[in-house]
């Protein structure tokens, strides 16, 4: 290997080491408390190479759910091979489901409340959101390609993702469960509307 493959191997090492800390930080403690520092240490990896391949929390946190994000929609769409549309709609929103349940994706409520006030971390937050809701909606196309066909399947996604998401985020509040649909219900609505 070259002295330039063996850098971009390097390099690609530790940005990998990197988003995994991130990614199981952000799962165990939430954004507030997972640090740069906390996060070069569990990767293995000075503090000058963390700030050198992420110069702040934001764009280190925005890298890590990305690249949960993208795990999560490459093997979804490993998934969605086999069975009818109907049941691969299904399991393309029950995997939804579970994703938005997994403890890192806790944070994208964070970052949404902190997008309030915060213009960087809006940015970051709404280009993440926007880039992973049109990968599902172009995983959810190729699944299901005769749904996908028909007028109103892009807003029947959007808005199945929509809520999949905030009960996710509501049902983390003790008490909340009767307020919020179910995964049948935001399947039922779903097929309803490709239907």
Same mark, same amino acid.
């Given at each position: 290997?070259?002295?330039?493959?063996?850098?971009? @191997?390097?390099?690609?090492?530790?940005? #990998?080491?990197? &988003?995994?800390?991130?990614? +199981?930080?952000?799962?165990?403690?939430?954004?507030?408390?997972?640090?740069?520092?906390?996060?070069?240490?569990?990767?293995?990896?000075?503090?000058?190479?963390?700030?050198?391949?992420?110069?702040?929390?934001?764009? *280190?946190?925005?890298?890590?759910?990305?690249?949960?994000?993208?795990? *999560?929609? +490459?093997?979804?769409?490993?998934?969605?091979?086999?069975?009818?549309? !109907?049941?691969?709609? !299904?399991? &393309? &929103?029950?995997?939804?489901?579970?994703?938005?349940? &997994?403890?890192?994706?806790?944070?994208?409520?964070?970052?949404?409340?902190?997008? !309030?006030?915060?213009?960087?971390?809006?940015?970051?937050? @709404?280009?993440?959101?926007?880039?992973?809701?049109?990968?599902?909606?172009?995983?959810?196309?190729?699944?299901?390609?005769?749904?996908?066909?028909?007028?109103?399947?892009?807003?029947?996604?959007?808005?199945?993702?929509?809520?999949?998401? #905030?009960?996710?985020?509501?049902?983390?509040?003790?008490?909340?469960?009767?307020?919020?649909?179910?995964? #049948?219900?935001?399947?039922?609505?779903?097929?309803?509307?490709? +239907?």
């Amino acid at each position: 290997m070259t002295t330039t493959g063996s850098r971009s @191997a390097q390099r690609a090492a530790t940005i #990998d080491a990197l &988003l995994d800390a991130t990614i +199981d930080s952000l799962g165990r403690v939430g954004f507030a408390a997972t640090t740069t520092r906390g996060v070069a240490r569990a990767a293995g990896v000075s503090q000058g190479a963390q700030q050198h391949h992420f110069p702040t929390k934001a764009a *280190l946190v925005d890298a890590a759910i990305n690249r949960a994000a993208q795990r *999560l929609l +490459d093997e979804v769409a490993v998934r969605l091979t086999a069975g009818t549309e !109907r049941e691969r709609a !299904r399991m &393309l &929103l029950q995997h939804l489901w579970d994703a938005y349940h &997994l403890p890192v994706f806790a944070v994208v409520a964070e970052l949404v409340s902190l997008g !309030r006030t915060d213009p960087d971390t809006a940015a970051k937050t @709404a280009a993440t959101l926007t880039a992973v809701t049109d990968g599902v909606v172009a995983t959810a196309s190729e699944a299901l390609p005769t749904y996908a066909s028909r007028p109103g399947f892009r807003p029947a996604v959007l808005l199945a993702v929509a809520a999949i998401r #905030d009960t996710a985020a509501v049902d983390r509040v003790p008490g909340t469960q009767a307020a919020l649909p179910t995964l #049948d219900d935001v399947v039922e609505a779903f097929l309803r509307a490709v +239907d």
